[in-house]
C-alpha cells in the first residue's frame, strides 16, 4: 500500500488532508485498489460504473473544488471486475489555483487510502501530426513546461519510468483485441489557461512532445513517488495552434472527449478488468 511519507506530506502544511480522508474512509465499503482521475469531457465514466457511491466534493471537508467546465467536480467509488475503484470526476489545476498541495490532493488521498495503482486521464492537443482528433494516445512519458511549484521528493526512483511499462503494453494489446487503433506519444504540460502559441508548439515538437495540455504531469509524477503504478490516457481533442486551422476553444474540448467516449470508456473497462487478471500487485 502507498503511503505518504513525512517528506512529502510536509507539501500539505496548508491543506488538512487528513480531514478529507477520514470522511472519505467512513464512507467507503472497503479500501480502494486503483485510483481514475478523469479529465475534460472524460467525466461521464465514472457514471457507467455498478454499484457506485456518488459524494459531491463540495461535502467533502478540506478537498479543493474545480472550477474547469467539464469537471464535474465529484467522487465516485464503484466495483469493476471485482476490485475496488476511486474516481475523480475532474481535476484541479495549477492555474486555478497556483497551490501544488491542492493540485495533488486527490492523489494523496487515493494513496492514503490504499490505491497501489493510477490510471490518469486527460484531453489534449495534438502536435504529433499524425494525430487526429478523437484519437486515444497512450502516454510514454512526459515534459513538465509548467515552470511552477517545488521539485518533488523522490519523483523519479532510480531508473524506473513514470508511466508503467507493462501496463502501457496491456493497454495497446487489449484496444487492438478491440480492433482500437490508439497512438502512443510524449505528453508535454504548460501551465494555461491560455492555450499554446504556434511557436510554443513548435518548441513542444521539437522537444519530443506528442500532445500537450495543462494538467496530469505533477500528478504522475507524484504518484510515482508514492510508489503508484501509473498508466496514462489522452484524449486528443483537436490538432494544436499551427498544426490545425481552426481555432481553439474549451468547448470543441469536452465536444470531442464526448464523441469518443465509448471508446474510451471500453478501453478504461478493458484495462481495469485486465489489472485484475493479470497483475499481482492488486493483491
Known sequence: MPTVTPEIARLFHSRPYGESVRFLRSQL???????????SGLGDYAESLPRSIIIPSA??????KSTVPGHKGQIVFAELAGRNLIVFQGRMHLYECNDLSRVLFPIAVAAE??????????????????????????????????????????DRRGNRDLYD??????????????????QR????AVKGPSYETAAEV?????????????????????ASALGMRVLGISCITNKATGIGSSKLDHEEVTEVAGRVKINFADLLTDCISGMVMQFAFLQ
Not at 485498489?33 to 478523469?38: K, N
Request: charge should be negative; proline fraction near 8%; charged fraction near 15%.
Open 29 to 39: 465499503p472497503a479500501p480502494p485498489d486503483i485510483a481514475l482521475v478523469l479529465g
Open 59 to 64: 461535502g467533502i471537508p478540506s478537498y479543493p
Open 113 to 154: 487510502l490504499g490505491a497501489g495503482t493510477l490510471i490518469v486521464t486527460n484531453a489534449a492537443g495534438g502536435i504529433n501530426r499524425q494525430f487526429a482528433p478523437g484519437d486515444l494516445m497512450l502516454i510514454t512519458d512526459q515534459i513538465d513546461l509548467t515552470f511552477q511549484a517545488p521539485g518533488i521528493p523522490g
Open 165 to 182: 511499462h507493462e501496463l502501457t503494453e496491456h493497454a495497446s494489446r487489449l484496444a487492438s483485441a478491440r480492433g482500437l487503433s490508439v
Open 185 to 188: 506519444g510524449v505528453y508535454a
Open 202 to 222: 513548435e518548441m513542444i515538437h521539437r522537444l519530443g512532445g506528442d500532445a500537450v495540455g495543462m494538467s496530469t504531469v505533477k500528478e504522475v509524477a507524484f
